[in-house]
């Protein structure tokens, strides 16, 4: 078996994908090939061939609604990150749609992904807005995952499974979303994560969010729960929804896109340089092109589970085709810039190893 650099030692991954001993539920064949692989090659055998035509038409009959109803089709939420500007690119320039863009200003947008988003947003004449909560309320939520998430089962498999910045940031652009969908009668919330991080929900890596509610009561409520034991009172009323709210937050619709469009990095990343100008960031790490807080999530998921965040995706992403398994390993292997970890951490009130 392959030897995979954690923290400070060697440990056992496996040969076919790159999770490590140390993930949970995990066990190797004698071929040193992991449960989690064989359960997918069953899998496999068992579903019909994926054919794209056809599942692209089947998310257009999702997002095109009636005109007269609804003023948008969908929201798209927008990172500015290679994946989410090739998706915005398709559903706005390729499909027509009628898109609300809505972006996350966690504060740690790098300087590039700022650029990117205010030229890609004017290319494409898209209506475009951003959620820009207070950075108290930032502060707290990332406290709360990063020093706290242990204390409950669901919160701290949220952060492993996540991450402990990414986890917060998503409850964050979840919620806006959800919020702003139920005001502006939006039937629709698209989200450009790779097939690989839509396996996040569970240990098993089988179970899926199911749609927006979904999310919100898998992913959202534990950090309400997380907040009132630690009596964080800054951000509560951020995940709080009224009766109303959540019978009709039942009607929104969660499109994970590249579900239904097969995902291909290269190509996306040749058409969004080529039409759109867009360049990435240098200021981020292997594994982002927009956020330099993704820096000290890596740092703090090695120090305090001994395995890097984006392993169980990019696995995922290795068994599907979608990703080179020597890319997936220079990608996780790569050492986060040690300046931008100190300040990201110094900004957020953090101690680090």
């Known amino acids: 078996m392959i030897c995979y650099q954690g923290k400070g030692n060697k440990m056992i991954i496996c040969n076919k994908c790159i999770l490590p001993e140390n993930m949970p539920g995990i066990s190797f064949d004698k071929n040193g090939v992991c449960n989690f692989c064989r359960a997918c090659s069953a899998s496999a055998k068992k579903s019909m061939p994926f054919n794209s035509s056809v599942s692209e038409q089947k998310m257009l009959r999702l997002l095109r609604v009636n005109p007269k109803k609804y003023f948008y089709d969908c929201i798209c939420l927008y990172s500015g990150g290679k994946d989410s500007t090739f998706m915005l690119y398709q559903l706005v320039k390729k499909h027509k749609l009628r898109v609300l863009a809505v ?194 999530g890596i740092v703090l998921h090695l120090q305090r589970f001994n395995i890097h965040p984006y392993v169980i995706p990019l696995a995922h992403d290795i068994r599907e085709g979608i990703l080179k398994r020597e890319d997936a390993l220079k990608a996780v292997n790569e050492s986060q810039n040690p300046n931008t970890v100190k300040e990201v951490a110094s900004r957020l009130g953090i101690e680090i190893q």
């Open 103 to 296: 972006t996350l200003d966690n504060y740690f947008l790098a300087p590039q992904a700022q650029e990117n988003i205010k030229n890609i947003t004017k290319a494409l004449k898209v209506d475009h807005t951003f959620c820009r909560p207070d950075f108290e309320l930032v502060k707290e939520l990332m406290k709360a995952s990063i020093n706290e998430s242990h204390r409950i089962n669901r919160t701290k498999e949220l952060s492993f499974m996540i991450g402990f910045v990414c986890w917060p940031c998503f409850t964050m652009i979840g919620l806006y979303a959800l919020k702003t969908a139920l005001e502006r009668n939006i039937p629709n919330i698209v989200i450009g994560t790779t097939p690989g991080q839509l396996r996040q929900k569970r240990y098993d890596l089988v179970s899926k969010y199911k749609g927006a509610f979904d999310s919100y009561n898998s992913m959202s409520l534990p950090m309400l729960n997380l907040l009132k034991l630690m009596k964080y009172k800054h951000g509560q009323s951020l995940f709080k929804l009224t009766l109303k709210e959540k019978l009709k937050a039942l009607r929104v619709r969660l499109i994970p896109f590249y579900e239904y469009i097969p995902y291909q990095e290269e190509k996306a990343l040749e058409l969004i340089q080529e039409e759109l100008g867009w360049q990435r960031p240098k200021s981020t790490d292997s594994c982002s092109t927009n956020c330099e807080l993704n820096a000290l």
